[in-house]
Nanobody, 120 residues
Framework: QVQLVESGGGLVQAGGSLRLSCAAS????????MGWFRQALGKEREFVAA???????YYTDSVKGRFTISRGNAKNTVDLQMNSLKPEDTAVYYC??????????????WGQGTQVTVSS
């Protein structure tokens, strides 16, 4: 059993930056793929970024060049640095962990979500 807790969400103006963090606890494995999804109001949850245990990173096209996913300074953590934020980035961001070597559409574990609001 793994628990994921997100932090770092908040309100920021367009063009600004936020850094989200996800802390994992419980029975974790370093080989898990970690990543982020987001869900805007009235929309389906979508994939944002992921990082494999080998360090390979993956991003959805809309955030490439603006977001950077990385493993945190502490063990069992993953961060999402979000730069040049746009109002379209407004959503609840969910941390996810997948026991597979890549992030699937059905991750094994989910965080509770953290709100990111980008104002114009």
């Amino acid at each position: 059993q793994v628990q994921l807790v997100e932090s770092g969400g908040g309100l920021v103006q367009a063009g600004g930056s936020l850094r989200l963090s996800c802390a994992a606890s419980g029975r974790t494995f370093s080989t898990y793929t970690m990543g982020w999804f987001r869900q805007a109001l009235g929309k389906e949850r979508e994939f944002v970024a992921a990082i494999s245990w080998t360090g390979s990173t993956y991003y959805t096209d809309s955030v490439k060049g603006r977001f950077t996913i990385s493993r945190g300074n502490a063990k069992n953590t993953v961060d999402l640095q979000m730069n040049s934020l746009k109002p379209e980035d407004t959503a609840v961001y969910y941390c996810a962990a997948d026991r597979r070597s890549l992030m699937t559409t059905t991750p094994d574990y989910w965080g509770q979500g953290t709100q990111v609001t980008v104002s114009s």
